[in-house]
């Protein structure tokens, strides 16, 4: 049976967790610091909702990946499930005449 394809999702997890990470420092470093800093709080919010966002997006398209390979899964294994019926009809058939060649 043929593997499913992960590749995709392991390589977008990385980003993922990235993604989340900076989101997470954006929180923490909003909420540090006095309020003579030159990044006011709505623009520290605005960054963090953008990492959400784009977190959201690397989810979703990690699942449709997943999904389109499950699929691919799938049918890759319906096929090799004729294919495998096939040759042992085939493997039957050759049998059979065999023996009705061998009797007398």
Same mark, same amino acid.
């Given at each position: ?14 980003? /993922? /967790? %990235? %993604? /989340? ?22 623009? %520290? ?9 784009e977190a959201k997006k690397g989810i979703d398209k990690g699942k449709e990946e997943a999904k389109k390979g499950l699929e691919k899964g799938k049918k890759e %294994? $319906?096929?090799? /499930? ?10 039957? $058939? ?11």
């Amino acid at each position: 049976m043929p593997e499913i394809e992960t590749k995709p999702i392991r390589r977008r997890l990385p980003a /993922l /967790l %990235a %993604a /989340l990470s900076i989101a997470a420092a954006g929180l923490a470093w909003a909420g540090c610091g006095g309020s003579d800093e030159t990044t006011s709080g709505g623009e %520290a919010q605005e960054r963090i909702e953008r990492g959400i966002e784009e977190a959201k997006k690397g989810i979703d398209k990690g699942k449709e990946e997943a999904k389109k390979g499950l699929e691919k899964g799938k049918k890759e %294994a $319906e096929k090799g /499930l004729k294919q495998g019926k096939s040759e042992a009809q085939k493997g039957i $058939e050759e049998a059979e005449q065999r023996i009705q060649e061998n009797v007398p």
